[in-house]
């Protein structure tokens, strides 16, 4: 039996002992949509993605974490990588949201449902993760980016910004922004 196969049967497994609604039920539909994503049947995934969005949206309600997790699930996920000489900061808020008005100017601060958000999460001083933003898995981006996102993270931080040098083009973008 094929890793699809099995996760094929252990969802109709739960849905008929636990209903199709049941908070296991909707985790292994997820299980199941990763696997066939993997696979490039991405249609397939996608329904069912969109069934445990739709089931959790209703029995949990919107603001629910598990509600949020299954949307996110379904936007596209990608690296951003920093070029040689710059680095991604961070904050004591380092997950922004923003929209990109145009290619020089951003937007931050809309809520994960608002069409065309981009997520972003800076994950080290080299790469920062985006939900929501189609292409390549890894994108290597130029410096005006890595800039972008970092003022976009400096304007969104509460009180402290973290980088992994003492670069005096952040200090001077921290106390500008802040």
């Known amino acids: ?6 996760h094929e049967a252990r969802a109709a497994e739960l849905r008929r002992a636990l209903g199709e609604e049941h908070p296991e039920t909707l985790a292994a539909m997820l299980d199941l949509a990763e696997r066939l994503w993997a696979e490039g049947r991405l249609g397939a995934a996608r329904a069912l993605e969109e069934q445990v969005v739709a089931a959790r949206l209703k029995q949990l309600g919107e603001a629910h974490a598990d509600t949020l997790k299954a949307e996110l699930v379904q936007k596209p996920w990608q690296i951003l990588e920093a070029p040689t000489g710059t680095e991604f900061v961070t904050s004591d808020n380092p997950v922004i949201t923003f929209l990109k ?37 890894f994108q290597e981006v130029d ?11 400096v304007s969104c931080s509460d009180r402290f910004v973290y980088s992994k040098t003492r670069s005096q083009e952040i200090f001077d973008m921290v106390n500008t922004i802040k």
Do not use: Q, Y
Not at 1 to 6: A, G, L, Q, R, T
Not at 143 to 153: D, F, G, H, L
């Open 1 to 6: 039996m094929s890793d699809i196969s099995e």
């Open 101 to 137: 008005l145009r290619e020089d100017l951003w937007h931050p601060g809309h809520g994960f449902r608002k069409p065309g958000v981009i997520v972003a999460f800076p994950l080290a001083p080299s790469a920062c993760l985006t939900v929501g933003v189609a292409g390549r898995e």
């Open 143 to 153: 410096a005006a980016t890595v800039k972008r996102m970092n003022e976009m993270v």
